[in-house]
């Protein structure tokens, strides 16, 4: 993201501004509002790129929460005893889903470095539920 920052203002100040400094074509005012339109342009970008990301996250916790449902139901055609554990594990997968759904809403809401920060603890939150269910779904097919 950074990078990409750097070569938008690069190319701003190598292709727009510095030949139109040179010609002096243009007053300090016209400068100044190309300035803020490819600042607007940039953050626009970023915001877009920012909403795929968390579209993508939502995407894959959401099949997963899925996978987690269907293992619950799978747990109510065992035995008393095998449903009592799945149960349980059933309740501490959807403990941490909730956890993540709460961390996605103020991904939503965040940017700049916090919104690096937290995005970067929700994948390893969702990696996590994700081998969490692997393994009571491997404990279930026993």
Not at 28 to 43: F, N, P, Q, S, Y
Not at 122 to 137: F, H, I, R
Request: aromatic letters at 4%; zero cysteines.
């Amino acid at each position: 993201m950074i990078a990409l920052m750097k070569l938008v203002l690069f190319v701003f100040f190598t292709d727009i501004l510095a030949p139109r400094l040179a010609l002096a074509t243009e007053s300090g005012e016209e400068v100044k509002e190309k300035a803020k339109e490819t600042i607007m342009a940039v953050k626009k970008y970023s915001k877009e790129q920012k909403d795929v990301v968390v579209e993508d996250l939502e995407s894959s916790f959401n099949a997963l929460k899925e996978k987690i449902n269907d293992l619950g139901e799978k747990a109510r055609q065992t035995s008393a005893e095998t449903q009592s554990q799945i149960a349980k594990k059933v309740d501490h997968l959807k403990s941490e889903q909730s956890e993540i759904d709460q961390k996605i809403s103020k991904l939503k809401k965040t940017s700049g470095k916090a919104w690096n920060h937290l995005h970067e603890g929700l994948v390893s939150a969702v990696k996590k539920l994700e081998k969490s269910y692997k393994d009571a779904k491997e404990e279930i097919s026993k």
